[in-house]
């Protein structure tokens, strides 16, 4: 009911200071940075409220290119998962002739496994069981048959959410080659490193020879004595991929190799928070056990997913080419996930003129950016980039018709933004 | 990509120890301890693994008594929230005409707030704004008035989930007098407390002259200087109340009189786990802002709600009576929430033999009472309960006619086990 923050002060000087202050705060959240989702996020948001409200801009709307939010930026959600969630929310629906036959039998299946037969009930801290084994069943698939166990399973979605983000920067989002993976996991059993792997983009690969290797596949071909003894957390999620359903905060994590007493301590940290939300749960489930080529929705689900994809390897495609052709930008084939990071360069007294401001120079150049043309990407300075380099990350999202003129906009920016600064 | 844990070892015996064991583990997890999922549930987990499989028990299933799982009991969810859900989910059902049209008209609204209209969008940190608006005129409309806004509130699920749950280990699920919230904010206030008010049960109040008062509500009549000084954030969800709808993990909290640098890094600790749920956020909003009386829905709605509060009453009440009724057991009228917390007395050689096995004496109780009845109830002990004396803590959730013969049951094993030890 009441917890005590900070020392009670003495002094009382009429008005009394707040109890919970900078000062008497958890310091550790005060250092908390959080590149994805900073001043340049909350200054975007500003920005949307200022036109809202009439203020003139050089620009009449934002656009979020900083963040792999599918939907928001009109990719149509799969209807065979949101028809299995429609039935499992509403199950009077299974008596309605407009939904196709597999999808209630899905919905039944897990409305089965659900306590009370309801999303409203709480699952198991661990994520219904039903759908661990799906989910098991599926890496074991992907795999080409090696065993994946339902209780290394964590369905997941606010905690572990956290530290895949918090992965993602300290991780490019590019695609391995099965030599580079081989190598990571060599120098992390000679060092004794506990290795976290973001697969959360496995669906998304476009690039030409490119191909999803996962890191469990990989260390269990390696054989002994990485097989055994390397441990592994490998992440996935249904807000990348061809699903995009950032919305439901839903995915899962698999633990390899884990010491038993730490996973039982894992399984308790897990059931603090009770258990994942029970809607995205579902999604789950449809995503890693979809419809099979005898029913009736396989079609209609192949040919939407097919659709999605092929569309970002176009825009991918794009990207690079767009970028590639303007001075000063350089970038790399985007292989994978949802985003490019490209390189530019930046004018001597651009970077002179941002230090004197206190701001990271490619931080300068994306306010800068922001702020006349209501494009919001973020600063590679929030990722680790290479000292004296400056990068952006933006995502290819976008559908096509907006994509080319905002690539081409972007780049304008920056060789007026190079000739006002050189 | 990959975190060190602990240090590297020189001494390569064969084998080499895991990376990551409860040594080298963040040791504050190590002392996280959980009462209400903690050894009793994991145990009430392998008891119904063992029935499934045949095992022969003195009973045929296992009744969780333990956790406020309203749907999961059996509660029927409220039909216009999963029309509205259903209708969300599944935007094509907005051409049907099996649904009423103010949940058509309302999940058309939510939609319009939604990222790229649509459920699997991420919304912003502190939730969707429309929603945010909505729940402070909630709020609003409870307190008479009282302004709230929705700058100060931050929709929730994984993070402050947690925090509220473990309030609930803290503090016993009681209705407050407004004297005694006086009380507490007068003591936190000379004390220089911050509060935090656990207010989810804000619509469970059963017994007879009780009433719900909001900490807000009291904190604001009591005027300077505590109304414009007195930190404190309340939490409601949409878990208990008459919803019941844990498995979305969803719910709120208002922040009052919070120092503003440390409200912006609440925001920044908010945008880290990107949103809460966007399913569990549309639930809140109608939640917040049911049909009203000229709404086609309505009196559906204001039944179904009036039928499940009215059950719980009745349950509360015969809780109350058949403890009473008990030797050796004390039950305080249940005057909301979903909890009894009977007080009971154990023989001394009860008391003894259960530190002989190293266990809290209600933990054992608890855990023969499991064994040999298959129903699941939580020991006092986790909750803090006074010095020598006994509780448990039992949802007054199953259905009615499994109720009663529970507690009959329950107190004839008490009976029992108190005669076995005497």
């Given at each position: 009911m009441a917890l005590r923050a900070g020392d009670s002060q003495a002094a009382m000087t009429g008005v009394k200071e707040k109890v919970l202050t900078l000062d008497t705060m958890n310091s550790s959240i005060r250092r908390v940075e959080y590149a994805v989702r900073g001043p340049i996020v909350l200054r975007a948001l500003e920005l949307e409220r200022e036109l809202r409200q009439g203020v003139k801009k050089p620009f009449t709307e934002v656009i979020r290119a900083n963040i792999g939010d599918a939907q928001a930026m009109g990719q149509k959600p799969i209807t065979f998962l949101r028809q299995v969630l429609a039935l499992c929310a509403q199950p009077d629906l299974l008596n309605s002739p407009d939904f196709p036959e597999d999808a209630k039998s899905r919905a039944e299946h897990i409305l089965r496994a659900c306590g009370g037969h309801s999303l409203g009930a709480y699952s198991i801290s661990s994520g219904i069981q039903l759908i661990r084994e799906d989910v098991a069943r599926y890496i074991q698939q992907r795999d080409g048959g090696i065993s994946a166990d339902p209780n290394n399973i964590f369905l997941s979605a606010g905690a572990s959410d956290a530290i895949v983000t918090v992965l993602k920067l300290l991780v490019a989002g590019q695609v391995q080659t099965r030599e580079c993976i081989e190598a990571v996991i060599r120098f992390a059993f000679e060092e004794r490193l506990f290795l976290l792997a973001d697969e959360v983009y496995q669906d998304n690969v476009y690039a030409e020879g490119s191909q999803f290797h996962s890191f469990k596949k990989v260390l269990t071909e390696m054989g002994s004595p990485y097989a055994e003894q390397q441990e592994l957390a490998s992440f996935h999620s249904v807000s990348k991929g061809y699903m995009g359903e950032c919305g439901f905060r839903s995915g899962y994590v698999e633990v390899v190799n884990m010491d038993a007493a730490v996973q039982q301590q894992m399984q308790k940290l897990m059931s603090v928070r009770l258990c994942p939300p029970v809607p995205g749960q579902v999604l789950l489930d449809v995503v890693v056990s979809p419809p099979a080529p005898s029913d009736p929705s396989f079609a209609q689900f192949q040919a939407e997913k097919q659709a999605v994809l092929a569309e970002l390897a176009a825009k991918a495609k794009l990207t690079e080419q767009v970028f590639n052709e303007s001075p000063g930008i350089r970038c790399n084939p985007v292989?994978?996930?949802?985003y490019s990071f490209p390189r530019m360069q930046l004018p001597p007294r651009a970077v002179q003129h941002a230090q004197e401001l206190g701001l990271a120079p490619d931080m300068f150049f994306c306010m800068s950016l922001l702020e006349e043309t209501g494009i919001c990407v973020v600063p590679g300075s929030g990722f680790g980039q290479r000292e004296g380099t400056y990068h952006f990350r933006m995502t290819i999202l976008p559908p096509m018709e907006k994509l080319r003129p905002l690539l081409e906009k972007l780049s304008q920016f920056h060789a007026k933004f190079t000739q006002e600064y050189s």
């Open positions: 292989q994978g996930a949802m």
